[in-house]
């Protein structure tokens, strides 16, 4: 949530710093800001409601260029979108601050430096560091050393980036819990609270760890540890370019993301399958000794990682493993029960989410026998914090209703089921069965996007309902889970999900005409069932919208079929997945809503 991007040069950075927030408006919209130092050393701050287009307009009629700059964009936590509560934050000319995160004893510090008095113009939480600092520097000069006298008061989660125009050839940075990370450039240096926004300027950084504070300067970067200790990080070069976030030909990111789907799955099997082999080697040196360990699993996730954990509960128990499934949010809080053997493993787009993460720290206290992620992002804290991580391989995905980001982590969720069947006795040919399903499972998504204006022609039905409920049996529920999400995100419809044999027991008083049920048919042993649950929404008027296996005979009147051809049982879930994303996707462009940035959300959740 919310995104950071500074910079220091001999050049404007203005430009700079506009089009890193464009970049990461994924993480946060709802307003945006910058503050420059220019060559009077004045520091100047425009601020804006709404998308970071608004800002830019802002500057360019009324320009504010400088050498060192700060910039932020917004999703609201403390304070209404608001232009007094848009970062950055400052304490009268002394100090600007943007920030990521939480601060959890600002009450407490407001009371005190109210006491002092200081004048608070927002409800955030963020200018309380504004203010912490401006009373900091009155004492401590050295803008670095109150950015760290600082870091000792606050409690909470943060990335932090401040500036002064009294010290303007640096911009000192903090890290806790928040991510931040340093571009490295020539006679010029970059910060950002993701690489996605500095790709156009460079391609080598440097990921601060928990704790760190840095000061940036034109030619040189200085780390300090949590205890104030001179630091080395690794630089990394990223292989991402900067094209990788546009749009190209597509209208949405969503809709590009669901048509990168077959090469993204292929890209997360690249090295990993080979000749009817699971490669395990290809996970990482731990993971074989972390599976031949494993006698159960617990997966932590939340949204639809989650739903992605739930799916794979029942490829893992199929396979003999005992298998638990969590809300990382609810795991936190209650005292957990971790049989001897068990693995964890947690599941997360950006690798940065504040609850997985925190469920992460407390699992390597909890007697667990490692930990595995699956994720999206390689220097993500998740990844780093963890025994082994599996990649997912979906690059980046800016729409914030995940696509193939999901699809990804199944197909990587299926790799590790056959690594913990392997230990369940599964043989050589059952193995090599199974990989085949994997290798076919590109081509099959690419057959279900070619149907893509069939689901266009179905969501006509939908523009005009405020209900929709989907269902499903076995793994295809949390696929109905995940239907209805990707609904209620971005076209505002309120959307359910239920197991179809729960009808009866409260979910059938809602079925009208005006309510329609979504449901996949997949050809397997549940079948039969599904479809006597699917007659009582019939006999009860419920409008049908059903998407089957072309072997699939359905005896019902009146319902919408859209048939999909040559699915494999053991990646089903995943196939399945595409035409409701397809569907949501295409009812919310019919009714006109914000598909890439809907209302009240964000991409990446770094607070609870």
Known sequence: MCGIVGAIAQRNV????????????????????????????????????????????MERVNPIPGNLGIAHTRWATHGMPAERNAHPHMSGEKVAVVHNG??????????????????????????????????????????????????????GAYGLAVASPDDPERLIVARSGSPLVIGIGLGENFIASDVFALLPVTQRF???EEGDIAEIRRDGISIFDAAGYPAERPERLSLLSASTIDKGPYAHYMLKEIFEQPAVIAETLEGRIHKGRLLEESFGHKAQQLFD?????????????????????????????????????????????????????????????????????????????????????????????????????????????????????????????????RRRGMTAEREAVLVDELHALPRQVEVVLSLSDAVKAMAAAFADKKDALFLGRGPFYPVALEGALKLKEISYIHAEAYPAGELKHGPLAL??????????????????????????????????????????????????NLTLADICPSTAPIVYSIPLQLLAYHVAVLKGTDVDQPRNLAKSVTVE
């Open 293 to 421: 360990q494993a006698k159960g699993v617990h997966i932590v996730a939340c949204g639809t990682s989650y739903h992605a954990g739930m799916v794979a509960k029942y490829w893992l128990e199929e396979a003999g493993v005992p298998c638990q499934v969590e809300v990382a949010s609810e795991y936190r809080y209650r005292r957990v029960v971790v049989p001897e053997g068990t693995l964890f493993l947690s599941i997360s787009q950006s690798g940065e989410t504040a609850d997985t993460l925190a469920a992460l720290r407390f699992a390597k206290t909890a007697g667990y026998v490692g930990s595995l992620a699956i994720c999206n992002v390689p220097e993500s804290s998740l990844t780093r914090e963890s025994d082994v991580a599996l990649m997912t391989r979906a690059g980046p995905e800016i729409g914030v209703a995940s696509t193939k980001a999901f699809t990804t982590q199944l197909t990587a969720l299926r790799l590790v089921t056959l690594a913990c069947a």
């Open 102 to 155: 939480i601060i959890e004893n600002h009450a407490e510090l407001r009371a005190e430096l109210r006491a002092q008095g200081y004048r608070f113009t927002s409800e955030t939480d963020t200018e309380v560091i504004a203010h912490l600092l401006a009373h900091l520097l009155e004492s401590e000069p050295d803008l670095l050393k109150a950015v760290q006298a600082a870091a000792r008061r606050l409690i």
């Open 14 to 57: 203005v430009p700079i710093l506009l089009e890193g927030l464009r970049r990461l408006e994924y993480r946060g919209y709802d307003s945006a800001g910058l503050a420059v130092c220019g060559a009077d050393g004045a520091m100047r701050r425009i601020r804006s409601v709404g998308k970071v287009a608004n800002l830019i307009e």
């Open 511 to 560: 079925v009208d005409a005006d309510m329609p049920v979504i449901c996949a048919l997949p050809d397997d042993p549940l079948l039969d069932k599904v479809l006597s649950n699917l007659q009582e929404v019939r006999a009860r008027g419920g409008e049908l919208f059903l998407f089957s296996d072309q072997t699939v005979k359905i005896e019902l009147d009146r319902y919408q």
């Open 206 to 208: 440097i990921f601060l």
